[in-house]
């Protein structure tokens, strides 16, 4: 069973702080991908990535997969409180049409 | 530029009535997909279809059914609802490229509650 790992669990910062997020698996992930879901709406993809050692920035935010493509992490500088969300990570695998989500991090930033 | 549309937004259902959740999306995305998400349990796939005509289960089909006669729509249908079913409920699309499902789009979500 292909497993991803989300840590930590719950993460609550203060603005301007920094910080990362991890998304960890014993399997090998053809693409991983990272969303960011706020309360009551549907998870709104952030990036996709495909290489190993691959490194995305959307702004403030950059993502990193792991050379071997069995991890994962998200770094976020100087946060602010719009990046308040729960953040999940899903990866393919092979031929597998269908996505393995983590469990998610749920962030807070306080004013 | 609509992408994901799933109605209502909330219900409420007495145990063993029945209900369909719609999805509709404009993309042309082949893929869709129905997901339920508990607290502290993550997303949930239920079933999932490839195109117009083709669909399977996932990981909890169990008291639900699907249909895809277009590629626009993706309706879930619950019979005999049950409270083990309150949820909240999601329809997503994508397409598929050589590194697998790509491009994911979500719907707002429909929030049920069985009692």
């Known amino acids: 069973t292909q497993l991803l790992e989300q840590s930590p669990q719950f993460l609550s910062i203060q603005e301007g702080e920094n910080l990362t997020v991890y998304c960890n698996s014993s399997?090998?992930?053809?693409?991983l991908q990272w969303y960011r879901q706020e309360p009551g709406e549907g998870p709104v993809l952030l990036v996709t990535?495909?290489?190993g050692g691959e490194v995305k920035k959307l702004k403030r935010l950059t993502f990193q997969f792991g050379d071997a493509r069995k991890d994962s992490s998200l770094h976020i500088t100087a946060a602010q409180p719009g990046d308040t969300g729960l953040y999940l990570c899903a990866g393919t695998a092979g031929n597998n049409r269908k996505l393995i989500w983590g469990l998610g991090t749920s962030l807070a930033v306080n004013p | 530029n609509a992408g994901v549309t799933q109605t209502p937004k909330f219900r409420i259902l007495k145990i063993g009535q029945s209900m369909t959740l719609q999805c509709a999306q404009d993309m042309n995305h082949n893929y869709m997909y129905w997901y339920r998400q508990d607290p502290g349990m993550g997303l949930k796939l239920i079933y999932y279809s490839v195109g117009a005509g083709i669909t399977d289960k996932g990981e909890v089909p169990n008291g639900y059914n699907v249909s895809r006669s277009t590629t626009e729509d993706f309706p879930l249908r619950l019979e005999l609802a049950a409270p083990s079913q309150t949820s909240v409920y999601f329809c997503a699309s994508s397409y598929l490229d050589s590194s697998g499902p790509y491009g994911y789009t979500f719907g707002s979500g429909t929030r049920l509650t069985v009692v």
């Open positions: 399997s090998v992930f053809s693409s």
């Open positions: 990535v495909v290489t």
